[in-house]
């Protein structure tokens, strides 16, 4: 895969969004998740330097951030597209709803996938699901009883793992990468522990799903180059990044196994990898009419020569869809169907 350097275009206050009026109809305004914002910054760069328009103002603060900011108003001004790593949820669309941002268009852009990295150095390292949701939960079953985590070391929760602390840089509440640990790896491990058999709805989900907080587990709330730094800072640590990153990072980290396979492009592409998903774009419907070349952008950001298999954003990490499901995504932003 080809690779070149990336300069993220990123609007650094919030205030960038309460510009005038007249501004934002000229400028396309994007509250992005981190994992999404490097490849809807390259086409916001693409689109700059081709179309003859104002480059679009990429913000990245999470996706429950950006969707929040998204859904918070349809005023001019307020973001034009969401980027987010999961998909929105029913209480954002309620949300969205009661501003009057009720006509919004869902467009998948191409896959991503959540993966478990260590410095380059560092000895290799393979875990089961069982064994991260063990490492990293807030109460685990010991003796027939959910108990709060009591593991410290990899070695107390299977003999064959390193005798080491556990350190693991993950993701915090703001990032669509939590959600998708806490679908994919916390909800499906407890599932296979008979003790949280007991617990019944809400409660089984927050049991289930809940991270500690007493250390072994560090919130990371800003963008994945901080994880970077702290792997590299402190030899035996594991981060939970997106695999986009860890592609343009292969010189600095390495990727661990999960459930028995390594994370690749063509794991991502047909699912066999454990932790793919799907990235997403929300596009604003009322602001079609008011913000100058949003639908231009948009059919930018679905193009062939930006999400197909050799398109530019492939350069920089990103999966891309089926090339049937890839044509459907591009109709979308072109027709912009309501979610």
Request: aromatic share 8%; hydrophobic share 40%.
């Amino acid at each position: 895969m080809r690779r070149y350097s990336l300069a993220i275009l990123v609007a650094a206050p919030l205030a960038a969004f309460a510009s005038a009026s007249a501004l934002a109809a000229d400028r396309i305004h994007i509250a992005s998740s981190s994992t999404v914002a490097p490849f809807i910054s390259m086409a916001a760069e693409q689109f700059g330097r081709g179309a003859g328009m104002e480059t679009p103002v990429v913000e990245s603060i999470g996706s429950g951030g950006g969707l929040k900011l998204f859904c918070s108003s349809l005023a001019d001004g307020s973001p034009d597209i969401a980027g987010a790593s999961r998909r929105i949820t029913d209480s954002e669309k309620k949300s969205c709803a009661e501003s009057g941002v009720t006509d919004i268009t869902e467009i998948s852009i191409g896959y991503d996938g959540v993966v478990l990295a260590t410095a380059k150095d560092a000895a290799p390292l393979a875990l089961t699901g069982r064994q991260l949701f063990l490492a990293i939960a807030k109460t685990v079953p010991v003796k027939g009883h959910l108990i709060a985590n009591p593991y410290h070391r990899w070695r107390e929760i299977d003999p064959a793992l390193p005798d080491a602390p556990i350190t693991v840089f993950g993701p915090a509440p703001n990032h669509g990468t939590r959600d998708v640990l806490a679908e994919l790896v916390m909800a499906r491990s407890c599932e296979s522990f008979p003790d949280y058999a007991a617990l019944k709805g809400e409660a089984r989900r927050t049991a289930c799903r809940a991270m500690r907080e007493d250390g072994p587990y560090v919130d990371v709330t800003g963008d994945y180059s901080i994880s970077l730094q702290k792997l590299q800072a402190e030899s035996g640590a594991l981060g939970i990044l997106p695999f986009s990153f860890l592609d343009r990072n292969r010189d600095k980290i390495k990727a661990a196994s999960f459930d028995g396979k390594l994370p690749s492009y063509g794991g991502i592409y047909d699912g066999s990898y454990p932790l793919s998903r799907p990235l997403f774009v929300y596009v604003k419907k009322a602001h079609l009419q008011t913000t100058r070349g949003l639908k231009e952008f948009a059919a930018e950001l679905t193009s062939d020569k930006a999400v197909g298999k050799e398109g530019y954003l492939a350069d920089i990490g990103l999966v891309s869809l089926s090339e049937e499901r890839q044509k459907a995504e591009s109709e979308k932003a072109h027709t912009f169907p309501n979610l």
